[in-house]
């Protein structure tokens, strides 16, 4: 029996609306080949209000279960991704049109996830404060309560379990929301995982569904604190639905990542670390590289080998073979991105490399003498399309970079590090990488963004103290005082 085989699934631990919710049941499409590969369930406000009841209700009795034994189940999830990452990666690829590379780092991180949250739980969770009373005076970290976490399609092992794992670490109760396109690999794998290590019921359940599931998760009374991942446009709903409900938001949003290739760079490398920035998972990546500034003394050899190293580049189906590129997730992904291309070109841009498609397989695309308001430069792209822009000065880049609205990852190209601290110094972003590409990730960093790209370091270490846990103030005396009343 496949662990992850849906038709074999258990039921021991509730998943709200996995099959047989009341919103129905939506399609699980390989996007390579239009397969229908499963259908799951789709919850509706009901599934909602009954899965958050539920994990209130088993929340307590999770917090006031010992550290140790919680941290041996996260340890146990962690081996559990180890030894489950063939399959897993195997759903990847075939549910969100992964590339084997991607879905090898998707297990390889679920995996570190599980193990460093694990050392949260023997954190320190308080300290002991001066004060000028006789009394001792401290402060305790709680959990939040309830933690909603809302993960989106692209990366959906990572996104969902980077903000599950912390969380039930911390001693909360946790109801995920993947979407409902990659509702397996986002959704389903964690709860076998967890189901697996020993998890009680309860603790951790699985609500797949769309916009009504996720506003019905941010209104939910029970849920303290809202995890999202997902477009700028949705985080500022999901925002303000949470702050009219008097409840914390942590939002990790969208991108439209510079990269700044200066003169000194070495080209050789410089070309395949902007291809993998740029054209990693498609570009459907929140660090994804979405612009390129390149000085002008060099600009004319860089864009030729660039587009010359898009034209060689493979796309196709994942499953099939060795590619670089799969497929987008779906048309209408497709017909976004596509649009932003011809709209650019419309503009003045120039086509170097690309702009063309198969069903959803899109080639990698390269833009030159792009205008300022040319939708592919103004804009996220959320596709394997880069447009490329020169600048003479540090200062220009600078001001080229700094130019948006978005702040969540930067890659600056240098011989010379000190040049590229000090231009970064100059840019507002949660993320800056000298001499690497924007997309990376840790278990331990504290990743976020500024601006429209989020409301910064949510998670790693720290962060994640921050994010799921609220702060309590406790004071003790020998005895009561006496007061002049």
């Given at each position: 029996?496949?662990?992850?085989?849906?038709?074999?699934?258990?039921?021991?631990?509730?998943?709200?609306?996995?099959?047989?919710?009341?919103?129905?049941?939506?399609?699980?499409?390989?996007?390579?080949?239009?397969?229908?590969?499963?259908?799951?369930?789709?919850?509706?406000?009901?599934?909602?209000?009954?899965?958050?009841?539920?994990?209130?209700?088993?929340?307590?009795?999770?917090?006031?279960?010992?550290?140790?034994?919680?941290?041996?189940?996260?340890?146990?999830?962690?081996?559990?991704?180890?030894?489950?990452?063939?399959?897993?990666?195997?759903?990847?690829?075939?549910?969100?049109?992964?590339?084997?590379?991607?879905?090898?780092?998707?297990?390889?991180?679920?995996?570190?996830?599980?193990?460093?949250?694990?050392?949260?739980?023997?954190?320190?969770?308080?300290?002991?404060?001066?004060?000028?009373?006789?009394?001792?005076?401290?402060?305790?970290?709680?959990?939040?309560?309830?933690?909603?976490?809302?993960?989106?399609?692209?990366?959906?092992?990572?996104?969902?379990?980077?903000?599950?794992?912390?969380?039930?670490?911390?001693?909360?109760?946790?109801?995920?929301?993947?979407?409902?396109?990659?509702?397996?690999?986002?959704?389903?794998?964690?709860?076998?995982?967890?189901?697996?290590?020993?998890?009680?019921?309860?603790?951790?359940?699985?609500?797949?569904?769309?916009?009504?599931?996720?506003?019905?998760?941010?209104?939910?009374?029970?849920?303290?604190?809202?995890?999202?991942?997902?477009?700028?446009?949705?985080?500022?709903?999901?925002?303000?639905?949470?702050?009219?409900?008097?409840?914390?938001?942590?939002?990790?949003?969208?991108?439209?990542?510079?990269?700044i290739v200066l003169p000194d760079?070495?080209?050789?490398?410089?070309?395949?670390?902007?291809?993998?920035?740029?054209?990693?998972?498609?570009?459907?990546?929140?660090?994804?590289?979405?612009?390129?500034?390149?000085?002008?003394?060099?600009?004319?050899?860089?864009?030729?080998?660039?587009?010359?190293?898009?034209?060689?580049?493979?796309?196709?189906?994942?499953?099939?073979?060795?590619?670089?590129?799969?497929?987008?997730?779906?048309?209408?992904?497709?017909?976004?991105?596509h649009a932003q291309v011809t709209?650019?070109?419309?503009?003045?841009?120039?086509?170097?490399?690309?702009?063309?498609?198969?069903?959803?397989?899109?080639?990698?695309?390269?833009?030159?003498?792009?205008?300022?308001?040319?939708?592919?430069?103004?804009?996220?792209?959320?596709?394997?399309?880069?447009?490329?822009?020169?600048?003479?000065?540090?200062?220009?880049?600078?001001?080229?970079?700094?130019?948006?609205?978005?702040?969540?990852?930067?890659?600056?190209?240098?011989?010379?590090?000190?040049?590229?601290?000090?231009?970064?110094?100059?840019?507002?972003?949660?993320?800056?990488?000298?001499?690497?590409?924007?997309?990376?990730?840790?278990?331990?960093?504290?990743?976020?963004?500024?601006?429209?790209?989020?409301?910064?370091?949510?998670?790693?270490?720290?962060?994640?103290?921050?994010?799921?846990?609220?702060?309590?103030?406790?004071?003790?005396?020998?005895?009561?005082?006496?007061?002049?009343?």
């Amino acid at each position: 029996m496949s662990l992850f085989d849906p038709l074999t699934w258990s039921g021991k631990i509730n998943i709200g609306g996995w099959q047989d919710a009341s919103g129905g049941k939506s399609a699980v499409v390989n996007p390579s080949t239009g397969e229908t590969l499963e259908h799951v369930g789709s919850a509706d406000a009901g599934d909602i209000t009954r899965a958050a009841s539920r994990a209130a209700d088993a929340q307590r009795a999770w917090a006031a279960t010992p550290h140790t034994e919680r941290a041996a189940i996260l340890r146990r999830a962690g081996e559990l991704f180890a030894a489950a990452a063939p399959e897993i990666q195997d759903w990847l690829i075939r549910e969100s049109g992964s590339t084997r590379a991607r879905a090898v780092f998707e297990t390889d991180q679920a995996e570190q996830e599980c193990f460093e949250a694990a050392v949260l739980c023997s954190h320190p969770i308080g300290q002991v404060m001066p004060s000028a009373e006789p009394r001792l005076s401290m402060t305790r970290r709680m959990p939040a309560g309830v933690v909603g976490v809302i993960s989106p399609f692209n990366v959906p092992l990572i996104l969902a379990i980077r903000s599950v794992a912390p969380a039930l670490a911390l001693g909360n109760a946790v109801v995920l929301k993947p979407d409902p396109r990659t509702a397996v690999s986002g959704g389903v794998t964690i709860m076998r995982i967890f189901e697996e290590a020993g998890l009680p019921t309860g603790v951790l359940s699985l609500v797949p569904g769309g916009a009504e599931a996720g506003a019905a998760l941010v209104d939910d009374p029970h849920v303290r604190v809202i995890s999202f991942t997902g477009s700028t446009g949705a985080g500022r709903k999901v925002g303000e639905a949470a702050a009219r409900n008097v409840k914390r938001a942590h939002l990790e949003l969208g991108g439209n990542n510079p990269m700044i290739v200066l003169p000194d760079a070495d080209l050789d490398r410089a070309i395949s670390t902007v291809a993998w920035g740029s054209f990693f998972n498609q570009g459907q990546v929140c660090m994804a590289t979405g612009r390129i500034l390149v000085h002008a003394d060099i600009a004319e050899e860089f864009t030729a080998r660039l587009a010359a190293k898009a034209e060689q580049l493979t796309v196709g189906d994942p499953a099939t073979g060795d590619v670089d590129l799969g497929p987008l997730i779906n048309a209408h992904q497709r017909d976004t991105i596509h649009a932003q291309v011809t709209a650019s070109i419309a503009a003045g841009a120039r086509l170097l490399a690309g702009g063309t498609y198969d069903n959803l397989f899109y080639r990698p695309t390269v833009l030159v003498d792009v205008p300022d308001d040319a939708p592919a430069y103004a804009e996220e792209v959320f596709g394997p399309v880069v447009p490329v822009r020169t600048f003479a000065t540090l200062d220009e880049a600078a001001r080229l970079a700094a130019d948006d609205e978005y702040g969540l990852s930067l890659g600056i190209l240098t011989g010379n590090v000190m040049t590229g601290l000090e231009l970064a110094e100059r840019i507002p972003s949660g993320l800056v990488h000298i001499n690497d590409q924007t997309i990376n990730d840790d278990a331990l960093i504290p990743f976020g963004g500024v601006g429209w790209s989020g409301t910064g370091a949510r998670f790693g270490g720290e962060a994640n103290i921050d994010a799921f846990t609220e702060t309590r103030w406790i004071t003790v005396r020998g005895s009561q005082p006496v007061y002049p009343m």
